[in-house]
């Protein structure tokens, strides 16, 4: 089973920035394509971010796209997800996923590991 364990979210102040983490024991590491959703409440979770696992292909939400960068260390079994100039509306629970050799897919039902989720809010 894979585990994936999220950290560093938090409260920031609109404009500010926040480094979230993803990391796994999984030795494999290397063949998962890794992605951020987040899921605000009353809303459906949505794909923020995401990283293939074999070629350099990311994928971005159109609102985040300029703001955030995903980036992975296979070394290190650790998915970062570095988000600057951060807005009220990107307030939301973070979820860490991943798909084994899986492509950069906007739907969640498309990857089968799932985090527990970290709180980033944003305030005006």
């Known amino acids: 089973q894979v585990q994936l364990v999220e950290s560093g979210g938090g409260f920031v102040q609109a404009g500010g920035f926040l480094r979230l983490s993803c990391t796994t024991s999984?030795?494999?590491?290397?063949?998962?394509?890794m992605a951020w959703f987040r899921q605000a409440p009353g809303k459906e979770r949505e794909l923020v971010a995401a990283i293939h696992w074999n070629e350099d292909r990311k994928r971005y939400l159109d609102s985040v796209a300029g703001r955030f960068t995903i980036s992975r260390d296979d070394v290190a079994n650790r998915m970062s997800l570095q988000m600057d100039r951060l807005k009220p509306e990107d307030s939301a629970t973070y979820y860490c996923a991943a798909n084994e050799r899986g492509n950069t897919a906007a739907s969640a039902e498309d990857y089968v590991h799932w985090g527990q989720g970290t709180r980033v809010t944003v305030s005006s």
């Open positions: 999984v030795i494999t590491f290397s063949r998962y394509t």
